[in-house]
């Protein structure tokens, strides 16, 4: 069969990658075998060492002297776990954050990540389940407190665990896909025709140029994740949370739907769960959640062309090296191909470019980047380690 000239080598499996490989093994194991299985997918590329870091899972030691457990050698630690298309980069503000708060941190690479878009055609959700499963239980070893932290699908898939897991303490949430788009549970409908159109297998086909996080995405992630979101759905509802909750979410996120975290945090029992809402009009507080509860931030800085948060926009401090202020890379993908003149232009950095979500009213003024890290970072650090106080 002719292969598609928008497909490349890229697009196609590793072979390496589909399954949770960490079974039977030790944490610093599990993270040496995942930085070999990365160098090996990715080997051809020059900015391999790169790559190899910043998508590995990783652990830090935390860096305070008061970190010492009582019955193991960490008093807290907490497991992270990355969104979809994305990679453990993507945690690691946060993860000097709770090594800086006595945290023993672990962040795990969710099986079909890390090495290349076609890598997440055959993934199940399991895995990643699996995958954050055996973070916990790595975890549970060397700390008393058992704390996690998820992004985006990394958010539900930490909610999962903790839904069973009795030694969960408390949890942060990071632009958690608690609701997408309904049309994601027939996204794999493709199969009864994609052997014939291997295209059909995906929603985009991108450049890839990030080294971090897949700008390709399958049509299979999307239908994953939706299962994911209702098996959660389906347990929760019989398994209530009475655990402390952080959460973090865009009012503008064109990702996933910012009132299903809402309706989530207003439902939460425990009295110290928090909701930190970046929204363009913070003078408006949605409605059904209790004023002690939430934190309005406003997102829109003129000062600085922003026009919103985004989904993209929650878990990176401004000066990230790579998707910063002053990085490498520009998220422009949503210009491509269909308005190549604009994506170039983005790519460019022109004066004149503005930064938010990809909203049909922002895409509408002007040459618009999609915003990669949070403008309130430091701001984010002092509520979540208010949050951390309390917890005594």
């Known amino acids: 069969m002719k292969v598609n000239p928008l ?14 490989n960490g079974d039977g093994l030790t944490f610093a194991n599990y993270v040496t075998l995942n930085r070999n299985m990365i160098a090996t997918v990715r080997a051809h590329d020059p ?8 998508n590995s899972p990783f652990a830090l030691q935390p860096s305070t002297q008061s970190a010492v457990g ?11 776990t990355h969104g979809l298309t994305d990679s453990p980069y ?38 990643w389940a699996k995958a954050v499963a055996y973070g916990t239980d790595q975890l549970a070893k ?22 069973h897991d009795p030694r969960v303490r408390g949890l942060f949430l990071f632009s958690p896909a608690l609701k997408i788009s309904s049309r994601a549970a027939r996204a794999n409908w493709h199969k009864i025709y994609s052997w014939l159109k291997p295209t059909a297998k995906w929603i985009s086909i991108k450049p890839d140029t990030d080294i971090y996080k897949y700008e390709s995405s399958t049509k299979n992630i999307a239908a994953q994740l939706y299962a994911l979101i209702k098996q959660f759905n ?40 928090k909701l930190v809402l970046y929204t363009t009009d913070p003078s408006q507080s949605p409605p059904g959640i209790a004023p002690e509860k939430l934190e309005l931030v406003n997102s829109h800085l003129p000062d600085q062309k922003i026009l919103s948060s985004a989904h993209t926009a929650v878990v990176l401090a401004p000066n990230d090296a790579h998707y910063g202020h002053a990085g490498d890379y520009c998220n422009c993908i949503h210009y491509y191909p269909d308005e190549m003149d604009k994506y170039q232009a983005c790519n460019r950095g022109d004066a004149d470019i503005l930064q938010g979500e990809i909203s049909a009213g922002n895409l509408k003024s002007g040459i618009l980047r999609r915003l990669m890290v949070n403008p309130n970072f430091a701001a984010l650090e002092i509520s979540m380690k208010k949050f951390i106080e309390r917890l005594g």
């Open 7 to 20: 497909l490349e080598a890229r697009h196609q499996t590793s072979g390496l990658n589909n399954l949770f």
């Open 47 to 54: 900015r391999l060492n790169q790559i190899v870091d910043g």
């Open 70 to 80: 009582h019955t193991k050698p960490y008093r807290r630690g907490i497991l992270l």
């Open 90 to 127: 993507s945690m690691h503000h946060l993860a000097k954050f709770f090594q800086q708060q006595g945290f023993r941190v672990l962040g795990i690479l969710l099986p079909g990540h890390g090495t290349q878009p076609g890598d997440t055609l055959e993934v199940r959700w399991q895995e």
């Open 142 to 163: 060397e700390a008393d407190e058992i704390f996690l932290g998820g992004y985006s699908a990394g958010g539900v898939l930490t909610l999962n665990q903790s839904l």
């Open 234 to 273: 389906r347990q929760w509802a019989g398994h209530p949370l009475n655990i402390p909750i952080f959460t973090v979410a865009s009012q503008d996120d064109a990702t996933a739907d910012s009132t299903a975290t809402v309706d989530f945090m207003a439902r939460a029992t425990h009295p110290l769960s």
